[in-house]
């Protein structure tokens, strides 16, 4: 709501030319300023300066419901949950990956993130009589990591009566728009055009495969008072957007490794200096990439681990589960649960990201 842009409000026309001719363009240029200056910047009278905060507020701050609404409306709708295909971590998220809401998929390169994302689009598309979403899906791809044949060899291998119908893996193809943003200027005009195309298209989801590959060339170039100002406008941006359209928005996220000596790293920057390092050090010190902000901004965080001998995904954040972990393993058919029991996950380690061995990290 904070970016809602003042052109586009109800708000009367002298108003509107007043704000505008001083450059306030969205709610949150006019919220965020003192009344004092407010008033030196419109060149008016507290009266003056108070309607337009008034207006401005009114317009852009959400409606409030009460949870009784809210319950009913789940009812009649559907929660619109996207279906993991995962019963185990389907059942501690309460039937899925929730609508209207920032889903964060964190960990290491190469330990699945990317195929979890690949399923996740197959399964927004498909007929709502197979559980899935019969939408479109937009797939913001920034690594160039997506790939049609792997997506439609984990389909004909999860749902093999479904592809064999002619013509069917083409039309579902069909309906996921890959983007491929080489900037964050190109990333912020392909969000502010979104809003259009989530309604017009139909789309079910929203992937950003990874926003974190986006900012690390960002944060490179800016100086570090200003490291957090493009993550708060794309975060902000993003919630907006789920909470808009009533959609899953599912982002992942890399690790960096941080260590007294080498500073920050992302896992894929991690160089091998010295034989006699050991895996153990690189484990103790992962963390995700985008920081406490962001971390605090998702409503569900899932983090891909590696340790014990085997894959996790650990549900280190969600409003309606405890923290638990799932050994997984990678198939033709995408990822599968080793066991649909949750094994839960001690306090110390619920934020702790874990990764055994320094194959994984090279990858």
């Known amino acids: 709501m904070a970016n809602k842009l003042v052109s586009e409000m109800p708000l009367p026309p002298h108003l509107v030319h007043l704000l505008a001719a001083r450059r306030l363009t969205t709610a949150k240029d006019v919220l965020s300023l003192p009344e004092l200056e407010l008033m030196g910047i419109l060149d008016a009278g507290i009266h003056t300066a108070r309607a337009a905060v008034a207006h401005v507020s009114e317009i852009a701050c959400p409606p409030y419901q009460t949870a009784l609404a809210l319950l009913e409306a789940v009812r009649l709708r559907g929660d619109g949950r996207l279906v993991t295909t995962l019963r185990g971590l389907d059942d501690a998220l309460r039937g899925g990956i929730p609508a209207g809401k920032l889903t964060e998929i ?8 990317t195929q979890f994302c690949l399923k996740l689009a197959l399964l927004a598309t498909l007929p709502e009589c197979y559980g899935g979403l019969n939408g479109r899906v937009v797939y913001i791809d920034t690594e160039s990591k997506f790939s049609s044949r792997r997506m439609i060899e984990i389909g004909e291998k999860s749902f093999p009566q479904i592809f064999r119908q002619e013509g069917l893996a083409q039309k579902m193809a069909g309906r996921i728009l890959v983007l491929r943003p080489t900037s964050l200027s190109d990333f912020t005009k ?14 079910k989801l929203l992937v950003v495969d990874s926003m974190a590959a986006l900012m690390s060339s960002e944060i490179e170039k800016s100086a570090t008072s200003l490291r957090q100002h493009p993550l708060r406008w794309a975060l902000s941006f993003l919630k907006s957007m789920a909470e808009f359209s009533q959609i899953p928005v599912v982002v992942t996220n890399q690790v960096r490794s941080q260590s007294n000596d080498d500073g920050y790293h992302y896992s894929f920057e991690v160089e091998k200096k010295d034989d006699s390092i050991s895996a153990e050090r690189f484990e103790s010190h992962l963390v995700a990439a985008l920081g406490i902000q962001w971390a605090h901004a998702v409503t569900i965080r ?3 681990e590696s340790h014990s001998g085997h894959r996790f995904i650990k ?11 799932f050994p997984f393993t990678v198939e033709s058919s995408g990822i599968i649960l080793l066991s649909d029991e949750g094994i839960d996950v001690p306090g110390p380690e619920i934020t702790s990201i874990r990764c055994q061995g320094e194959n994984v990290l090279a990858q």
């Open 190 to 203: 392909s969000l502010e055009q979104m809003k259009v195309t989530l309604l017009q298209h139909d789309v």
């Open 302 to 304: 899932l983090v891909f």
């Open 106 to 113: 964190v960990g290491p390169s190469g330990i699945g993130k």
């Open 315 to 325: 549900v280190a954040k969600s409003p309606m589960s405890p923290a638990v972990a």
